[in-house]
């Protein structure tokens, strides 16, 4: 997932970097309340 | 400032339903006739990307896949970790752009979170904070979630707002126009749709294309999916038979989705009724068109009616968009005025008194406790019929006529009451885009006098703060406010909080000034965590003062619904409050305070010129006279 979430931002790790950046665990928190409130929406528990 | 001569990149963010989708193409339009070298992209779900994917100046349609996306997490066969990964590859497709400008037009939760992973030089609409809280960016973004998303009455258009809050940022960031952009925004041509063969609807689109277009043909579209938004379809089906004994020439065609099928089969079920002696020609005259369309023909039929008849937003913004004029009967908890018909020459048609449903879904705790009904779909067909042949024959009386006057000329044997008895229960308005100097936009003239109450005052006066915060445009005051629509009850509503609307004032004032001291007394200190005792208890006091002024304006807004606006404005504004400093936020505090205090003194301006305009006035005697 790293890997997605690295392109998203333009920006590749260097190799053998494991630990994500402060940036990546952003980007991802951003992506998981994105698909939260696409699911909230979709069973009608926020306005569209 | 960017660079005049390259393309300017921008992302439109549209989740929304078609109708949210139909109203930003309409700004967007707008926009792009002054802004030739703009490139937009637009974000916009599988379901509803039919309207987007036909017009030839939008350079990419991104579609987000709902459907795909959530299904398996809703069936079980993905995880959260694996839909979030489809989810950063969905969204690598155009995150890796450099975007000019990133527009969400959504103004819902999931949008932000989107917006807020995207970079760009300017953002506008909802994103997210650091802190993943949500962000209000600009000006317009404050008035949206503050006002409108509070449901405070106002009455500017979104089409407008959206439109606006765009120009503003191209002008600020890409410079003036090159062009005046005075070619009209709608168009029978908006959508440039193929010729296809699809055989779902084929049936249907030899249907219509067989139909005798020699005729005048008004599109009626019979719901929407709420049902308390729908007029009844038996209104509807004697709405038809009305205009068919008047104007022959006329013919009908019906629309709606799938599960408008039962309003349909009610229509024709009515419509016999009225007609006992209907042949094979009489029913001809409506086609049966409801749940058989898809957006192609949709949009093919209402470019081709004369007339659309609709309570449905979607609809009415197409028909808005292709030109075609509009019969809005706006029934169930709309805000009409900010979603209504655009462009010149449309009607809309609501019930005169208020609607105990429609305040009870405006204030969810109550219809929590009772369960209210609606009345705002008792417009009768005989009111409707009359707006209608009034706003059809403009042509013959050119507005000379008025609307009142028109009606005492009606007769309608079938009806039992007069049409001015049917009209008592209505409100009539018709459709006007301002000119430039008086402001723009779209506004709706009523057509029947009506006293004014404290809900419209209040949406007039709003919508004058709005213009003078974001437009710097400021008419003068107790424009559009009669005498004669002024009664007692507004007169006793506005003195209770006159008081109020002064006291407000001077709280904002004052909050000005604290918030300078602070800004200034925060800029002479070196460090803003190393500070002298004296110095933090003298900046504690301050910022001490400023809750408690705060306190006091929500306070305010608590005991007065019409304050309520400024109050939510406020929190907004500081909740958006951006500075890493003290200082900085200081001078934000400062100029939010500044455009609270602007705000207030416009509403206790107006509020005091209404009360003016209700004291008697001393009239000469005819002594003097003689």
Not at chain 2, 274 to 280: H, I, R, S, T, V
Not at chain 2, 415 to 430: D, G, M
Not at chain 2, 509 to 521: F, S, Y
Request: a negative charge; hydrophobic letters at 40%; proline letters at 4%.
């Amino acid at each position: 997932m790293a890997t997605d979430i690295q392109l998203l931002q333009g920006e590749v790790t260097e190799e053998g970097s494991k630990e994500p950046s402060k940036q990546d665990r952003d980007v991802e928190n951003l992506l998981r309340g994105f698909l939260m409130a696409l699911i909230d929406e979709q069973q009608g528990k926020r306005p569209c | 400032m960017l660079n005049e001569t390259t393309p300017v990149r921008c992302l439109i963010i549209q989740l929304g339903k078609t109708s949210d989708i139909l109203q930003s193409l309409m700004a967007l339009r707008a926009v792009k006739q002054l802004y030739p070298a703009m490139e937009i992209h637009f974000v916009v779900r599988e379901r509803f990307a039919s309207a987007v994917k036909h017009v030839v100046w939008i350079e990419k349609v991104i579609i987000l896949p709902t459907d795909a996306l959530l299904g398996p997490i809703f069936n079980g066969t993905h995880s959260e970790d694996e839909t979030i990964e489809d989810l950063a590859a969905w969204a690598g497709q155009f995150a890796h752009i450099s975007w000019d400008f990133v527009v969400n037009w959504t103004y819902s939760q999931a949008s932000s979170f989107l917006t807020a992973i995207l970079s760009t030089k300017v953002k506008l609409g909802y994103s997210r904070h650091s802190d993943m809280a949500i962000s209000a960016i600009d000006g317009w973004s404050h008035y949206i979630q503050a006002i409108i998303q509070n449901q405070i009455p106002q009455s500017i258009h979104l089409t407008d707002i959206l439109t606006t809050q765009l120009l503003t940022a191209l002008q600020i960031h890409v410079g003036d126009p090159a062009n005046a952009g005075d070619s009209p925004v709608t168009s029978k041509t908006f959508f440039s749709i193929p010729v296809t063969d699809n055989t779902a609807y084929s049936e249907s689109r030899k249907t219509w294309s067989e139909r005798d277009s020699g005729r005048k043909w008004i599109a009626i579209q019979l719901g929407s999916l709420r049902k308390e938004k729908n007029w009844n379809a038996s209104s509807w089906a004697k709405l038809t038979v009305n205009i068919l004994k008047h104007h022959p020439e006329c013919r009908f065609v019906l629309l709606g989705n799938e599960y408008n099928r039962p309003q349909e089969v009610e229509f024709m079920e009515v419509f016999a009724k009225l007609n006992p002696e209907a042949d094979q020609v009489e029913a001809s005259k409506v086609i049966p068109l409801t749940g058989k369309t898809d957006f192609e023909l949709w949009s093919e039929i209402i470019a081709s009616c004369r007339w659309v008849f609709s309570g449905d937003t979607a609809a009415i913004s197409l028909a808005s968009l292709l030109g075609t004029r509009i019969l809005n009967i706006s029934v169930g908890p709309v805000r009409w005025f900010e979603t209504g018909p655009y462009g010149n020459g449309h009607y809309v048609l609501r019930t005169e008194a208020p609607c105990e449903g429609c305040l009870a879904h405006e204030k969810p705790e109550n219809a929590k406790q009772q369960i209210m009904s609606h009345t705002c779909g008792e417009i009768s067909p005989e009111a409707a019929y009359a707006t209608w042949s009034y706003a059809s024959s403009e042509w013959a009386h050119r507005r000379a006529l008025s609307f009142e006057e028109h009606c005492s000329c009606l007769k309608l044997a079938e009806s039992s009451e007069s049409i001015a008895e049917h009209l008592k229960r209505v409100q009539v308005f018709r459709s006007k885009v301002r000119l430039v100097q008086d402001g723009g936009g779209v506004y709706y003239e009523p057509l029947l006098d009506r006293p004014m109450d404290i809900k419209e005052w209040v949406s007039i006066v709003i919508d004058q703060i709005a213009r003078a915060w974001y437009c710097g445009w400021i008419p003068p005051v107790g424009q559009g406010i009669s005498r004669e629509r002024i009664t007692p009850t507004l007169i006793h509503q506005l003195r209770t909080m006159e008081e109020s609307a002064n006291l407000i004032v001077r709280i904002c004032e004052k909050a000005g000034r604290v918030a300078t001291v602070l800004e200034n007394k925060s800029a002479r200190l070196k460090s803003d965590r190393l500070m002298g005792a004296q110095k933090k208890v003298e900046l504690q006091a301050l910022a001490a003062d400023l809750i408690e002024l705060d306190g006091l304006i929500e306070r305010l807004g608590n005991m007065h619904e019409p304050l309520r606006a400024f109050s939510n404005i406020l929190k907004v504004l500081m909740h958006n409050l951006s500075g890493s400093t003290l200082t900085d936020l200081g001078r934000e505090s400062r100029l939010c305070y500044k455009q609270l205090h602007e705000g207030t003194t416009i509403f206790r301006d107006w509020l005091k010129f209404t009360l003016g305009l209700a004291k008697p006035v001393a009239i000469r005697t005819g002594l003097e006279l003689v």
